[in-house]
């Protein structure tokens, strides 16, 4: 599924805040970050989702997620939420 239809069935949630906080509550199923994306905005959430045995999927850029999840400005990461 691409990433425009998850956030048409809200399942998505966008920025590293938002996804930290709902890995951390075993919320998410999959993750989106951005390849030039800083590595201290990344790191952490990088980390909690390997031990968590999240899927990592990676974008080109910030820009292009931004865009791919339906907002206006670039994007570092984004969480798919389970269904």
Do not use: P, R
Request: aromatic share 4%; net charge positive; proline share 0%.
């Amino acid at each position: 599924m691409m990433i425009s239809e998850y956030k048409k069935k809200g399942l998505l949630v966008v920025g590293a805040k938002q996804t930290a906080k709902s890995l951390k509550e075993g919320k998410i199923s999959k993750i989106y970050i951005a390849e030039d994306a800083e590595n201290h905005v990344v790191k952490d959430i990088k980390a909690l989702a390997s031990s968590n045995n999240v899927e990592i999927i990676m974008i080109e850029s910030m820009k292009d997620l931004g865009q791919k999840c339906g907002i206006t400005v670039s994007c570092a990461i984004a969480g798919v939420l389970f269904n």
